[in-house]
């Protein structure tokens, strides 16, 4: 930390509980992220993609 940084004013623990809840930061490129208004479409989006996934690698495991 540099000697001119001053936190004085800064609210404590003010992200704390998010934290610990965990979070994953995805940077999307541009286009990509034009299909999504926000993170709420982004998260459905994947979890529908990835029961997809679940059940075709059910359905390859099956043969």
Request: proline share 3%; glycine share 4%; no cysteine.
């Amino acid at each position: 930390m540099q000697a001119e940084y001053d936190f004085s004013g800064a609210a404590v623990g003010k992200y704390a509980r998010r934290y610990t809840q965990g979070t994953n930061v995805v940077v999307l490129e541009p286009d990509v992220a034009k299909a999504f208004p926000n993170a709420k479409a982004v998260n459905s989006s994947l979890r529908a993609l990835a029961k997809i996934i679940v059940l075709r690698e059910k359905a390859v495991a099956v043969k």
